[in-house]
Nanobody, 119 residues
Framework: QVQLEESGGGLVQAGGSLRLSCTAT????????MAWWRQAPGKKREVVAT???????NVVDSFKGRFTVSRANAENIVYLQMDNLQPEDTAAYYC?????????????WGQGTQVTVSS
């Protein structure tokens, strides 16, 4: 089992930045790909970025240029740096780990951290 805990969310003005952290505990030796997702009120959950254990990262096109994902394996932490935040980025941000291809879903999820961007 792996436990994921997000932190770093909060209230920020438009144009500001936040760095979210996702700390993994438990059976961390089983970790491979990790991802950041978000869910805005009334909308479906959407993937923001992914990163493998070796650090190969991918940010969804609509977030490129503003969001960056990184990983500190020694600390079992994955970061999501978000710059030039806009009100439409207001959402709950979730960390996920270990994609199960047979089910097409991530196995582990954190509880989420709220990001609110004011105009």
């Amino acid at each position: 089992q792996v436990q994921l805990e997000e932190s770093g969310g909060g209230l920020v003005q438009a144009g500001g930045s936040l760095r979210l952290s996702c700390t993994a505990t438990g059976s961390i030796s089983t970790l491979n790909v990790m991802a950041w997702w978000r869910q805005a009120p009334g909308k479906k959950r959407e993937v923001v970025a992914t990163i493998t254990y070796r650090g190969r990262s991918n940010v969804v096109d609509s977030f490129k240029g503003r969001f960056t994902v990184s990983r500190a394996n020694a600390e079992n932490i994955v970061y999501l740096q978000m710059d030039n935040l806009q009100p439409e980025d207001t959402a709950a941000y979730y960390c996920a780990a270990n994609f199960d291809a047979s089910k097409m879903e991530y196995v582990y999820w954190g509880q989420g951290t709220q990001v609110t961007v004011s105009s």
